[in-house]
């Protein structure tokens, strides 16, 4: 019986979080507990507290695969660059995350992560040996790389470069000494309530569809191809 989850656009959840009935149908499992692979690109998810009733996910994939700028091509397209940005994740919090003891992947790239201490929810997963969360917020942090090795014993992989014996012992000198949410900060953060606010205009279902297409097609480009694209994408705004 399938247990992967793969694909994109509303069907996936409500835009807020992922969706049961979505899931299970998707992966035409019989219940949560059987999920293995989860993959909710684009999809519009704030919140994974479904996650929790996922024991048995080994990789998750909620990136928004951007394999260069496309902003220059959606908005030659005519779609607004910053409508279409609505389209991508927004995870604020790996909360759910911690109930995940099969976890050996987790991809979050270009999501809304911004307190270091959200990576706290991951350090009694033993089985989590790849971790990509560059492009959020948290990542811009001096010492982001060192405090989630430090935290992270059995990481070998983290934003896509490996872990060196020798970066791994600098790493438990340097890191971040890191102090737990308190009681208070853990009941007022609810992943159902992190959804962020969607006001004014959206998409269109023709141009999400672009959107995604645009997506889809550049992540199975090389790195010369795709600097081709951009460069005939940067000669079409600048013609007259």
Same mark, same amino acid.
């Given at each position: 019986?399938?247990?992967?989850?793969?694909?994109?656009?509303?069907?996936?959840?409500?835009?807020?979080?992922? +969706?049961?009935? *979505?899931?299970?149908?998707?992966? #035409? /499992?019989?219940?949560?507990?059987?999920?293995? =692979? $989860?993959?909710?690109?684009?999809?519009?998810?704030?919140?994974?507290?479904?996650?929790?009733?996922?024991?048995?996910?080994?990789?998750?994939?909620?990136?928004?695969?951007?394999?260069?700028?496309?902003?220059?091509?959606?908005?030659?397209?005519?779609?607004?660059?910053?409508?279409?940005?609505?389209?991508?994740?927004?995870?604020?919090?790996?909360?759910?995350?911690?109930?995940?003891?099969?976890?050996?992947?987790?991809?979050?790239?270009?999501?809304?992560?911004?307190?270091?201490?959200?990576?706290?929810?991951?350090?009694?997963?033993?089985?989590?040996?790849?971790?990509?969360?560059?492009? +959020?917020?948290? *990542?811009?942090?001096?010492?982001? #790389? /060192?405090?989630?090795?430090?935290?992270?014993? =059995? $990481?070998?992989?983290?934003?896509?470069?490996?872990?060196?014996?020798?970066?791994?012992?600098?790493?438990?000198?340097?890191?971040?000494?890191?102090?737990?949410?308190?009681?208070?900060?853990?009941?007022?953060?609810?992943?159902?309530?992190?959804?962020?606010?969607?006001?004014?205009?959206?998409?269109?279902?023709?141009?999400?569809?672009?959107?995604?297409?645009?997506?889809?097609?550049?992540?199975?480009?090389?790195?010369?191809?795709?600097?081709?694209?951009?460069?005939?994408?940067?000669?079409?705004?600048?013609?007259?």
């Amino acid at each position: 019986m399938a247990n992967t989850l793969s694909g994109s656009g509303p069907s996936m959840g409500t835009g807020v979080a992922l +969706n049961a009935e *979505a899931v299970l149908a998707k992966t #035409r /499992a019989d219940e949560l507990e059987a999920v293995k =692979h $989860l993959n909710c690109w684009g999809s519009k998810i704030t919140s994974i507290a479904l996650l929790r009733h996922m024991p048995a996910v080994e990789v998750v994939s909620l990136s928004q695969i951007l394999a260069f700028d496309t902003h220059g091509l959606i908005a030659f397209l005519g779609i607004n660059p910053c409508l279409a940005m609505r389209s991508v994740n927004a995870i604020q919090s790996l909360r759910p995350l911690q109930s995940c003891t099969q976890l050996q992947e987790l991809y979050l790239r270009k999501n809304q992560i911004a307190d270091l201490r959200e990576i706290l929810y991951l350090k009694d997963l033993p089985q989590l040996t790849v971790l990509w969360m560059s492009d +959020n917020p948290v *990542a811009e942090q001096e010492d982001y #790389r /060192a405090t989630v090795i430090k935290y992270l014993p =059995h $990481l070998t992989k983290l934003d896509n470069l490996d872990i060196t014996p020798t970066e791994r012992e600098e790493a438990n000198k340097t890191g971040r000494e890191l102090v737990p949410f308190t009681a208070e900060e853990e009941s007022q953060a609810s992943e159902d309530d992190a959804s962020l606010s969607d006001n004014g205009a959206t998409l269109t279902a023709r141009e999400d569809a672009v959107v995604k297409a645009i997506d889809q097609l550049c992540s199975t480009l090389s790195a010369a191809a795709l600097q081709r694209v951009a460069a005939t994408v940067n000669s079409w705004q600048q013609a007259p």
